[in-house]
């Protein structure tokens, strides 16, 4: 039986290189797909989950850590996943930019 082939994203951060992560990676015989160095526009929380999970909190107050922890629960509990899919997609389309500019590219 076939397996599907996995691609497997990841920055530079020291921990996320790591030898004990890599190892893991290795033993699960991921794809790793290059991280250009200098690429925040690569990561996909800082492009696509994190800005809107900011609108979403935008102008809110919270009384307490417990309820601002449920606010941001819900919301991403309420997206649907063609939201995470398109994030992916935004992510391949992002990438494949960056790669064809040599690495210079940053969203702006």
Not at 14 to 39: F, I, N, T
């Amino acid at each position: 039986m076939q397996k599907k082939k996995i691609t497997f994203h990841q920055d530079n951060a020291p921990a996320h290189k790591s030898v004990l992560a890599m190892e893991k990676l290795r033993d699960l015989h991921y794809e790793l797909l290059k991280h250009p160095p200098y690429s925040p526009d690569l990561a996909p929380s800082d492009f696509y989950l994190f800005p809107k999970l900011k609108l979403f909190l935008a102008g809110q107050r919270f009384s307490s850590n417990p309820e601002a922890t449920a606010a941001v629960e819900r919301h991403f509990a309420d997206l649907t996943k063609n939201h995470y899919r398109d994030g992916i997609m935004a992510l391949e389309h992002r990438w494949n930019k960056c790669i064809s500019l040599k690495e210079d590219y940053v969203e702006k």
